[in-house]
């Protein structure tokens, strides 16, 4: 039996992506503010899109924790929350430290270089005060043990938490300027170049809860 051809149905799922990858981003990168109003009729002309797929989007965005909504009063971008971010680096933490130990016993030296190269674009990020280039840095030194676990639902969950955290920390970036991720990567770089998947594992778990710790002191 020949798979049913439904173009309608794909097209429906394409602009229902578009406009949930661009709310995204723009909600992550402070272009939509924390509580900003989210009209119906504004969104669709700045996305070109009809109402639906937009709806469909704020919907999966208000799962996501990047948005909240009143019946019959209002849809919002979500405050900064401070507890959602002590909720949410913990799991964090533990989904890293299991890419780690899944992804340790397979790392090339291709990798390894990967994850120096990676270290030091972050490194320069953080000296010039460069808040895109040092998260770009920072998720492409962690996505090396991602890729190297093979393990797609590791990969689904961070892409549902991971916004909410860099939202955080892009907005808080000026209160991170003494954060010690540097020598952390150093650390996971040099136990992960043994293979010694324990202390690698233990490593990355503690970068992360080290980055959660003062996301939720900046809230102070």
């Known amino acids: 039996m020949p798979v049913p051809a439904d173009r309608a149905a794909l097209e429906r799922d394409l602009l229902r992506d578009r406009a949930y990858i661009t709310l995204r981003d723009a909600i992550v990168d402070g272009t939509l503010a924390p509580g900003e109003r989210l009209r ?21 965005l208000e799962q996501d924790g990047l948005v909240e909504t009143e019946p019959q009063r209002f849809t ?22 299991l890419a780690a130990e899944l992804g340790v016993p397979k790392l090339t ?11 030091a674009r972050f490194a320069r990020a953080l000296k010039d005060v460069d808040v895109d280039a040092a998260l770009d ?18 990969v689904k969950t961070l892409d549902r ?13 000026g209160s991170l300027a003494g954060r010690g991720s540097v020598r952390q990567h150093d650390a996971i770089l040099a136990a992960a170049g043994q293979h010694d998947v324990h202390t690698t594992a233990e490593r990355v778990r503690e970068n992360w809860l080290s980055l959660g710790t003062l996301i939720d002191r900046s809230f102070e």
Request: charged share 30%; aromatic share 4%; proline share 5%.
């Open 40 to 60: 119906d009729q504004e969104l669709t002309e700045w996305l070109g899109l009809s109402r639906t797929p937009v709806r469909d989007a704020l919907s999966r």
């Open 137 to 154: 840095a920072d998720d492409a030194f962690h996505a090396v043990l991602l890729i190297a676990s093979a393990n797609v639902e590791l």
């Open 161 to 173: 938490l991971m916004p909410r955290l860099r939202r955080l920390e892009r907005l808080r970036f």
């Open 76 to 97: 919002r971008v979500a405050p900064l929350d401070r507890r959602a971010a002590r909720d949410a680096f913990p799991i964090v933490a533990a989904i890293h430290a």
């Open 109 to 119: 030296a291709a990798d390894l270089e990967a994850m120096s190269n990676a270290n």
